[in-house]
C-alpha cells in the first residue's frame, strides 16, 4: 500500500501487518529472548495493533446473527485451546485436575486466572476479543447524535481506568473477559481509524510518525505496561507514561502498518495469524516440558521451531478443512 493512499487500506492490505505483529508477539513469548523492560515495551504495540484492527473494518451493528457470528468465530477456537491447555498444564506440572477452578478460569478468562489453570496466559486475547468486537457493533448501532456521547464515555474511561490497575490494586485482575481492555483501547482504536480515513499521509509525515515511535518507544525503556495482567497509567497518577504510551500505540500502529506493507513475504503469516497465535503458546509449552535448560543458542532455535512448526500445523488445518471446526467464520 502507498503510504500515500491510506484511505484506500483494505483488510487484506493487513495481512503483513499481522505477520509482523504475530512474529514480535512469539518473540516477546520466548522466556529469556527478552528482558523485563522490552516486554513492557512490546506489549505496549504489538498485541494492542491486533485489537486496534477491528476499529478499521467492523461496520457491523449490533443483531443476533452478527453477536452470533462474532461468538462462533472466537469463543470455539478459545474453548478448544483451553481445554487442550488446561489438561496438558494439570497433567504434566500441577498434577492434579481443579475441575472448578478450571471451569471459574474459563468464565473468566483474564490472564491472572489462565496462568493459574493452563500455565500460560495468551489465550486472554479472544474473549477481550469478542467484548471489544460488541463494543464496536453497539457503537455503529447507535444514531449519529448519541454517538459523541458514547466516545464521550470511552475517553473518560480511557483517562481513568489505569486507577484501577495500579500494582496494590487488584480489583480488575478477574474481571470478565478482561473487559477493561475494552474501556481502554477503544478511544484509541476511533482516533487511529480516523487518521488513517481522514488525514492524508504523505511519505514526509510517515516519516515522522516512525521517528515519532522510535524517540517515544526510547524514553519509554524503563516503564512497566501490561494490557492483559492487567497494568497500564492513568492521567492522574503517571501523566508522563499515560501520554507516552498513547504516543506508543497510535505510532507505532501506523509505523507497522506502512512499514510492512513491503513485507510481502508476511503475507502467509499473517493470513494465518489467528491460527499461528492459538498454537504456539502449546509449542512452548510442549518445548518447556522437552527442554529443560537454555542458552541464548537454544532459546533463538526455540524461536524458529515455534514460528516454523505453528505455520505448519496452521496451515494443515486449513489444507485439511479442519479450519471450518476450529476457526468457524
Known sequence: ????????????????MKGLLILLIIYGHIKGLTSFEQQNLLYVFHVTSFLILPFLFNNDKLSFSNITKVIKRYLIPFTIFFILTAILYSLVFTKRFELTS???AYF?????QLRETNGMSAYWFFPALIILLLTIMAYNSLHKKYKKYFLILIFFSHLFIGAFTLPNTTILQKAPMSFYITLYISILGFLIKYIIYKV???????LVICFIFLISSFLFYGFRFNLASPWFPDIINNPYQFILVDIIIVSGFLSILFLSQKMVFLNKIGYYSLGIYLIHPLIIQLINILVSSHNIFTLYLELLIVIFLSYFCTKLIYKTNFNKYIFPR
Open 1 to 16: 500500500m502507498d503510504v500515500k493512499n491510506s484511505q484506500y487500506l483494505t483488510i487484506d492490505k493487513t495481512n503483513q
Open 102 to 104: 478450571i471451569i471459574y
Open 108 to 112: 473468566i478468562a483474564t490472564s491472572n
Open 200 to 206: 492524508h499521509i504523505t511519505t514526509n509525515k510517515f
